[in-house]
């Protein structure tokens, strides 16, 4: 099974910081990455798939990067609805690997 | 409105049985896998297995396999999640969802509201 990591656990930022989430996996997956924010009481809300494709809706301060085993996910300018728990996702046929999480809160 | 819709949540007993359910509206629902994701309080999301409603193909993860039963009701739109014997460890609140069919971004863009699912004695 491919593993999924994602650093830090928690990230204390200002409002209109930028931050960067990091995401390995244990193997290649090339870009079968996908990035969810959930906020308290909420559903994930997807926000990036194919690793750097932004989904209809979702501003532009967020942006996904990486292939293979790295990825990372930056919000440029911290919104304060930006302020949630983030998570990466390996997707394919047989497999749905989330990590464990970021926690983006604010400081 | 594409949506999905879970059904309310449940306080059960070790050892019995529960079957809960996702339908799906505003789309063709045997066009997309259905996914099914745990979230224990407090703690991350897990992914359970899939399930394609056209065949009922279902494919579970490791973890769940031989713990859970996947269905669905392509008449009624509907997927289901089923235990046969509960544990207190099953408490927690349950997701379906839906992959979209776009190949290479097949992630998982519409989600239900969550099923609650409470097992003590």
């Known amino acids: 099974d491919i593993q999924m990591t994602q650093s830090p656990s928690t990230l ?11 995401c390995r996996a244990s193997e ?22 194919r690793a750097s494709i932004l989904e209809t809706g979702v501003p532009s301060t967020f942006r ?9 996910l930056t919000i440029s300018s911290l919104q304060p609805e930006d302020f949630a728990t983030y998570y990466c ?4 046929s047989y497999s749905g690997t989330f990590g ?7 400081k | 409105e594409e949506q999905l819709v879970q059904s309310g949540a449940e306080v059960k007993k070790p050892g019995e049985s529960l079957k809960i359910s996702c339908k799906g509206s505003g789309y063709t629902f045997s066009d997309n896998w ?34 859970v039963i996947f269905s669905v009701d392509t008449s009624g739109s509907t ?7 509960l544990e207190a460890s099953d408490t927690a ?23 609650m699912v409470t097992v003590s004695s």
Not at chain 1, 64 to 72: L, P, R, Y
Not at chain 2, 79 to 85: H, R
């Open chain 1, 28 to 49: 290649n997956i090339n870009t079968s990455l996908a990035w969810y924010q959930q906020k308290g009481g909420q559903a994930p809300n997807l926000l990036i798939s």
């Open chain 2, 93 to 115: 609140l349950y997701y379906c969802a839906r992959r979209k069919k776009i190949p290479g971004r097949d992630a998982y863009d519409i989600w239900g509201q969550g099923t």
């Open chain 1, 89 to 92: 996702q390996h997707y394919n």
């Open chain 2, 34 to 67: 259905i996914g099914w994701v745990r979230q224990r309080p407090g703690k991350g999301l897990e992914w359970m297995g899939i399930i394609w409603p056209g065949d009922s193909d279902a494919r579970y993860s490791p973890s769940f396999q031989g713990q």
């Open chain 1, 64 to 72: 996904g990067s990486g292939s293979g085993t790295e990825f990372a």
């Open chain 1, 12 to 22: 204390s930022a200002f409002i209109g910081g930028r931050v960067t989430i990091t």
């Open chain 1, 100 to 106: 464990p999480g970021t926690k983006v809160e604010f």
């Open chain 2, 79 to 85: 997927a289901f999640l089923q235990w046969t014997s």
